[in-house]
């Protein structure tokens, strides 16, 4: 038999995929790149289209008005076509972060076709890029061990379905015998058991962490805080569905009341320690309103609370659940239990930023002790990175 | 405190994404929708847009040239617009299937921007659905227990690199104390470790079988079959770099001198039996090529082999390795030892069609025993996820 060349080698991946490299011409350009000064090139070969944008978190916002009101919405400028039917658009030197951005082509945004890196968020998906250097390195996959991340299903009895979570288990879980204290991560309203292992970087920033020696190795625990929800979209036997942001989450006090079956299913089915000292609840947004109910409601489950962004509101209106009632006096037995630590992470520019300064009066005003951590901006993922990579040194120790 | 309204639930999300689907339009159309008679019709919103088509595996191929002759790339059809600025298709009846698609807005292949479920093939990302029924409710998730999902790092003493690998474990193992069958399942040229949990729907697959009782439960180990390379884009050091089909695919018999670590790796950290007789390895393509290189190079370690949509040939124009030579005697030996099943599979349109031909031809002159399954068309991952579905049930019994 002859050798075979690089032409057979070529046409043993599938034909489709080979087809829309090679052919198609979008496999030529390189987008987004950055550059040496940390601006990044945004560049799109569309000969035929009218006008194309970008937009994105790496541009300033702009404000819009909505039903709602005035809101920021992400700003977005045009690109530049060349004679080659290359549009590009060079930003500005930009700050070391995880942003996210998208084209817009003759009015459609969409991913950019020449980046494989996007991630959702609720029920949109966005391209994504990394500006290295300071907090963002956290962020970035770096040659350090590498924890595992499982997608795993357990079993509620109290909601009496199976449900999926993320787990993500340190580096040397598998080989050693040692226990592991475990941190319970909780998404916002419209996320799911993805969200903080993809906008999140949870992995990323723990195996980093954890290689500096500045947390100690722990079991990270990513539920689904919608509690009729089996699993994200599409992993589900609901199919692909288009999910809607409020459908699924009903704030209902129900995933509190069945958290006892996940802390169960994690101390059951790993290798972790099980005393209050080894277990952390934080959560964003709805995710920290989750958190402030839990630790209260079970008082005598976790040493270390945080709420990065966190709703601190009561329930809404109509709903009633026993997890939301006497509310000042379960969360006097929580203090009086003396937590290790209750940390309280917001930016300045937050919509609930007002209700959190009014919690952290009743904090004061009752001599509960807790730690506060204000950051610039408001309700947005940068935040929530930044909270969990200030949070996770701070526990088991 | 007065209780808070769906407004303010309604900010509770990221204002990003919130802007994003609730101001932008977009949010408003769902696409794809699959309608009763199995008919998909696509829909997306663009008033500013030329012309949109939309291209997939679900429309006929159609012949292009290029420098490596005429091949079969995938259809594309007109979107008609109507007066509110949507632009719709609707196909025919669909056959039950596992889709891919892309939209082309004036002239830019991109994904649906209204539906959230894509799948990445080597370096490109398209939109997916599935048509219900027959054979592709094997790759729903269905009201079934499910199986764990991980991904693992693994240390390669051969390599010398720690090595990234996707594991599914079968529902109840985490629970149980019985040790487990392993199915080895290796992915194609510019593939990874998350070609076949992705684009090969595994663990629907092996969930499904499982509850219908036609497959054992199992463990399937997913490697990278790209020696040179940690792990799948943006999840090593390397970053968010765009992948090239062919820089990481060497074949230069590295993959499979070091697949014992593989091995190692599972049978130490697993709860998995370790004879012969629960060992399988099967491969798609390259996969394929390695499946029969290892199986035939380490002949006392698996006693069921899978080709599907091999490559047979010899290795490269240029490479040598100890695991290519002796061939023959390789295959005399592994045969001798009568391995349980040998299984090949292909299309009749593969153009490894050929090169299979002749491998059974040496195999049935030999009077080596093997089974044959043949499909129609081509090396396309509808292919693969039969093969799949195939060849599990043979396993293990």
Redesign the interface.
């Known amino acids: 038999?002859?050798?075979?060349?690089?032409?057979?080698?070529?046409?043993?991946?599938?034909?489709?995929?080979?087809?829309?490299?090679?052919?198609?011409g979008?496999?030529d350009v390189?987008s987004p790149k950055i550059n040496s000064d940390n601006s990044v090139t945004f560049s799109?070969?569309?000969?035929?289209?009218?006008?194309i944008e970008v937009t994105g978190?790496f541009l300033p916002t702009k404000k819009?008005q909505?039903p709602?009101g005035e809101?920021?919405?992400?700003g977005a400028t045009a690109l530049a076509k060349n004679d080659k039917g290359v549009w590009e658009y060079t930003s500005t030197p930009l700050a070391p972060e995880l942003y996210?951005y998208s084209f817009v082509?003759?009015?459609?945004?969409?991913?950019d076709?020449?980046?494989?890196?996007?991630i959702?968020?609720?029920?949109?998906?966005?391209s994504?890029?990394?500006v290295?250097g300071e907090r963002a390195n956290l962020y970035?996959?770096?040659?350090v061990?590498?924890g595992?991340?499982?997608?795993?299903?357990y079993s509620s009895p109290t909601l009496k379905i199976?449900r999926?979570m993320t787990i993500y288990t340190p580096?040397g879980y598998?080989?050693g015998e040692a226990k592991y204290p475990v941190l319970y991560l909780l998404h916002?309203?419209?996320?799911d058991e993805e969200a903080w292992i993809a906008l999140g970087r949870t992995s990323q920033i723990l195996d980093n962490l954890i290689a500096q020696g500045k947390a100690k190795p722990m079991v990270v625990v990513m539920t689904n805080g919608n509690a009729g929800q089996k699993?994200a979209?599409?992993?589900?036997?609901r199919?692909?569905y288009?999910?809607s942001?409020?459908e699924e989450?009903k704030?209902n006090g129900d995933f509190e009341a069945a958290f006892p079956d996940v802390v169960s299913y994690v101390e059951t089915?790993y290798r972790v320690e099980q005393e209050k000292q080894s277990r952390a609840i934080c959560g964003l947004?709805?995710g920290g309103f989750h958190s402030l109910h839990i630790s209260k409601q079970y008082p005598d489950l976790f040493d270390y609370v945080g709420l990065f962004s966190a709703?601190i509101?009561?329930?809404?209106?109509?709903?009633s659940s026993k997890v939301y009632d006497d509310f000042d006096e379960k969360l006097k037995v929580q203090f009086s239990k003396k937590p290790k630590l209750y940390w309280i992470a917001i930016g300045t520019a937050d919509?609930?930023f007002q209700n959190n300064v009014d919690f952290r009066k009743k904090l004061d005003e009752n001599g509960y002790k807790y730690e506060y951590y204000e950051t610039g901006e408001?309700?947005?993922?940068k935040n929530w990175r930044i909270y969990l990579a200030e949070f996770a040194p701070k526990l088991f120790k």
């Open positions: 038999m002859k050798k075979f060349s690089i032409l057979s080698l070529a046409l043993m991946c599938s034909a489709s995929s080979f087809a829309q490299q090679a052919l198609w979008a496999g390189v799109i070969f569309a000969p035929e289209a009218q006008k978190d819009v909505t709602m809101m920021d919405a992400p996210s082509i003759d009015g459609v945004k969409v991913t076709p020449s980046s494989i890196y996007q959702r968020d609720v029920a949109s998906v966005t994504v890029f990394i290295e970035k996959v770096n040659d061990p590498h595992s991340v499982a997608r795993v299903w199976d999926r580096p598998e080989k916002g309203a419209g996320g699993a979209p599409g992993e589900s036997e199919g692909m288009k999910p942001l409020w989450t704030m089915n947004s709805m709703a509101m009561p329930p809404q209106q109509g709903v919509f609930l408001g309700h947005i993922w």
